[in-house]
């Protein structure tokens, strides 16, 4: 039997010497002090991503089985027009029959 081998790195992807250079370079832009914090906020906005992902997946789900009593339909509810209202006859003028 032959054994294969895994490369010990994968062509195209950085090495540690590429990522200490990332990570130096990190610390100049962001400084050390806002590197967690901009890890942090990555990660939660990954996490708000997978969820809604996971939403949109159940209820596509749900549509190919045909169980649509189980979708929000409040989920309009929230929506809030910030356009204003004006009417498309604006007419300030009003007329009058010559006599």
Not at 4 to 27: D, M, S
Not at 32 to 44: F, Q
Request: no cysteine; hydrophobic share 35%.
């Amino acid at each position: 039997m032959v054994a294969e081998i895994a490369p010990l790195f994968i062509p195209g992807a950085p090495g540690g010497p590429e990522l200490l250079i990332i990570l130096f370079i990190a610390i100049l832009l962001f400084g050390a002090n806002k590197i967690p914090k901009l890890a942090r906020s990555t990660g939660e906005a990954m996490g708000e991503f997978q969820k809604g992902r996971e939403k949109v997946e159940t209820e596509l789900e749900e549509m190919r089985d045909g169980d649509f009593d189980d979708l929000d339909e409040d989920d309009d509810d929230d929506f809030v027009d910030t356009e204003p209202v004006t009417s498309e006859n604006d007419d300030t003028e009003t007329e009058t029959e010559p006599n």
